[in-house]
């Protein structure tokens, strides 16, 4: 059988105290993130941090002094490594904290896989997230000399396993709650203006919604929201603060499902689970529910390896529209984001 590499990307967080400034460097210098000529974006990448980090590291205090965002991905690669079994190996490469592309590359190429598929942990596709990751593994896999065929999947917003692993605890916590309550689908937010150059983000979390709703196989009333805005810039709306605040006004309950997330973190389990609940508290809403990510859920996971599976073409046809989601290595024929991905 085929020696096949399998890599999760995903943005990473710091592993302590100590590396919140270095890691918020890295991402402010992400010029897919701050979209200024390198001079400048390091300048600004260092003040950001020099003023968030504070800040920022009292949120990791409040969840341990690190981002579990690593163990989380790590879990969830030992878990896909099970599913798919022993001619595969699954990796973990982290955009802005450890372990970097580089660090992966070198380890995967020491394992001499005959394949990489590469496979990150957004299900949706952003040029914030998934093009930067992979560009990132272009630039290691070309430093370490690492030529390997390889394909990337750039999106699956819509895929049966990510959609069903949301709506079975989602059906079981409507169940449980009052008829009048309220769901706030929560992404992460994008500037407007990286929306306006054509990134196709919001329009795959409307596929994903879309899709949760189909599996929900029932009837609720649901908005999509917008979190974790960063300075003055116009970002997608509505936030979701904004959303509980309308809430509150009309004393409807809610359940906050992150939709853009799959492994918890700060997002998750500070501006989720003390911000905005806090934030509920005050405005009268007279329930906030917020559900877990899909982290290992089985039928994540399964969707995960049949994903894996369908890039071989192992299960062709299977739920990936004819593969359309498999780019060329440049993503400028990707036809599952409208040619919109790169």
Partial sequence: MTRVAVVLFNLGGPDRLEAVEPFLRNLFYDPAIVR??????????????????????????????????????????????EVLGGDFRVFVAMRHWHPFSAETAAAVKAWSPERILLLPLYPQFSTTTTRSSYRAWKKAVDAVGLAVPTRLLCCYPTDTGFAAAIAEPLRRALEEMPPSTRVLFSAHGLPQKIVDAGDPY????????????????????????????????????????????RAGAVRRPLIVVPIAFVSEHSETLVELDRDYRRLADEVSVPSYRRLATVGTAP???????????????????????????LCPSDYRDCPYSTGTCG
């Fill in 299 to 325: 039928l994540f996971i399964a969707g995960l390896a049949r994903l894996v599976r369908e890039m071989l073409g192992q299960e062709p046809g299977t739920g990936t529209a004819d593969g359309k989601r």
């Fill in 36 to 81: 200024l000529p390198a001079p400048m974006r390091w300048i600004l990448a260092r003040l950001i941090a020099h003023r968030r980090g504070p800040v920022a590291r009292d949120i990791y205090r409040q969840i341990g002094g690190a981002s579990p965002i690593r163990a989380n991905t790590e879990a969830q690669a030992a878990a896909l490594q």
């Fill in 202 to 245: 919001p329009w795959q979390v409307q596929r994903s919604v879309d899709a949760v709703r189909t599996a929900l196989g029932r009837d609720c009333e649901a908005v999509i929201c917008y979190q974790s805005r960063v300075g003055p810039l116009q970002w997608l709306e509505p936030s979701i603060d904004a959303e509980i605040r």
